[in-house]
Nanobody, 124 residues
Framework: QVQLVESGGGLVQAGGSLRLSCAAS????????VGWFRQAPGKEREFVAA????????VYADSVKGRFTISRDNAKNTVRLQMNSLKPEDTAVYYC?????????????????WGQGTQVTVSS
């Protein structure tokens, strides 16, 4: 069982940066693949980035490649999403999700555990 809590959201101007954190409970977190997803008002939840349990494999949505970086610190049970060069279209509630296993997926279904989300608002 894993519980996830996101933090770090807020209001930022276009071109600015934010760093989101996903803190996890559970002693076996290091064996979980973790993903970030986001959902804008009136839109479906979409994949943003994911990282394997070792951190050696990362996957990004095309819309965030080169701007966002996902990383993890298994000693601290934390996964971070560094977001640079933010755009108004990045405005959404951001969720972290986890699944047991090594495969990194870029869609929602394989992820069993979800956080409550953190709001990111980018003003133009």
């Amino acid at each position: 069982q894993v519980q996830l809590v996101e933090s770090g959201g807020g209001l930022v101007q276009a071109g600015g940066s934010l760093r989101l954190s996903c803190a996890a409970s559970g002693r076996t977190f290091s064996t979980y693949t973790v993903g970030w997803f986001r959902q804008a008002p009136g839109k479906e939840r979409e994949f943003v980035a994911a990282i394997s349990w070792t951190g050696g494999n990362t996957v990004y949505a095309d819309s965030v490649k080169g701007r966002f970086t996902i990383s993890r610190d298994n000693a601290k049970n934390t996964v971070r999403l560094q977001m640079n060069s933010l755009k108004p279209e990045d405005t959404a509630v951001y969720y972290c999700a986890a699944r047991s296993g090594a495969t990194v997926y870029n869609h929602m279904e394989p992820y069993r555990y979800w956080g409550q989300g953190t709001q990111v608002t980018v003003s133009s």
